[in-house]
């Protein structure tokens, strides 16, 4: 009976604490996209920042430039992004960002 009652503490004991160890796991990630997210808010605040952004958007990059409008639309989708770099200097963020570009270019197509 003894051993029964041992071997289910152990048992009880190893669940709490994996569960201790998730909870906190997940905190973690929690705190740090937060975290993310006010980085993000942070930058979007500037002006300079969304202009880029939403011509990003509304001016997409065309993958086999053929004419000379196409490459010099490429050329200031460079001059864009190059621009967003100066911009936002965290590479964490500036990926969010390239992300939400990319989901609202596939919208717009």
């Known amino acids: 009976m003894s051993i029964a009652l041992l071997i289910c503490t152990v048992l009880i004991t190893l669940f709490v604490i994996t569960a201790m160890l998730k909870a906190q796991s997940s905190a973690h990630r929690l705190t740090r996209n937060i975290s993310d997210m006010k980085a993000l808010e942070g930058v979007l605040k500037d002006r300079d920042v969304i202009i880029v952004i939403q ?3 509304r ?27 100066h911009l936002v200097p965290d590479e964490k963020t500036r990926r969010m960002i390239y992300t939400f570009i990319s989901i609202k270019k596939k919208r717009h197509l």
């Open 59 to 85: 001016e997409p990059r065309v993958e086999n430039p053929k004419t000379e409008v196409q490459r010099r639309r490429n050329k200031r989708y460079i001059l864009h992004q190059a621009r967003l770099k």
């Open 55 to 57: 011509r990003m958007i």
